[in-house]
């Protein structure tokens, strides 16, 4: 098992670019996540998808896109990269979304300038 | 909204010590806890959960404690280990919503 995936591990944009963060799970898990975390400030939830085909906004979801076509990949994109989104984002997983663990993936890097 | 805390942002302890790490949080209605590890460069590691049915659960070398009358929850960190050092969140969930709410963290510092 290899749990929650993310790539890359880092990456520079210029403003106004646009990319997509992969997000993978093999644990069958119907509940993945996208969080962002900046410094001094807990972890914001971006968009979450209840199951393949659902997909639902989080606390922070202006300028990210995402999609659930299969229950094991959720990617992140960005639509038209700014500043603003110069973060480390996590990628999460968990059975159902109701109360069990979430798992978190390893973190992608993203500096926008 | 919803307001996860820690009361302290930093906290250095002896190797050997034991440690605590507290958290508030303001939604009466919270009926699920995790507490996470986080090292510097990685992805927050599961520690230990607690339902609101419950008032302790203990794990290896961990234990949460939580207090329902004050809306408190705390982990403690037996014999605590070089290896502990990490930043240290809560979180908690409503079982009728679909989010997590994360604190923002507590750093712990083990002194050799």
């Known amino acids: 098992n290899a749990g929650v995936t993310q790539t890359p591990k880092f990456q520079v944009l210029k403003t106004g670019q646009s990319m997509t963060l992969q997000c993978a799970q093999d644990m069958n898990h119907e509940y993945m996540s996208w969080y962002r975390q900046d410094p001094g400030m807990g972890l914001r939830l971006i968009h979450y998808?209840?199951?393949?085909?659902?997909?639902d906004q989080g606390e922070v979801p202006n300028g990210y896109n995402v999609s659930r076509s299969t229950t094991e990949d959720f990617p992140l994109r960005l639509l038209s990269a700014a500043p603003s989104q110069t973060s480390v984002y996590f990628c999460?997983?968990?059975?159902?979304?109701?109360?069990?663990?979430?798992?978190f993936g390893p973190g992608t890097r993203l500096t926008v300038l | 909204g919803e307001s996860v805390g820690l009361h302290l942002p930093t906290l250095s302890v002896q190797e050997g010590d034991n440690s605590i790490i507290n958290c508030a949080y303001s939604?009466?209605?919270?009926?699920?806890f995790i507490w996470y590890k986080q090292e510097s460069g990685k992805g927050p590691q599961f520690i230990i959960d607690i339902r609101s049915n419950m008032d302790k659960r203990q794990g290896q070398r961990v234990t949460v404690l939580l207090n329902k009358t004050v809306k408190h929850l705390s982990l403690q960190i037996a014999a605590t280990q070089p290896g502990d050092s990490a930043v240290y969140f809560c979180a908690e969930k409503r079982s009728s919503r679909n989010q997590f709410y994360f604190g923002t963290g507590t750093s712990l510092t083990v002194i050799p």
């Open positions: 999460a997983s968990s059975l159902s979304g109701g109360l069990d663990t979430q798992y």
């Open positions: 939604n009466s209605a919270s009926d699920y």
């Open positions: 998808s209840v199951g393949a085909g659902i997909t």
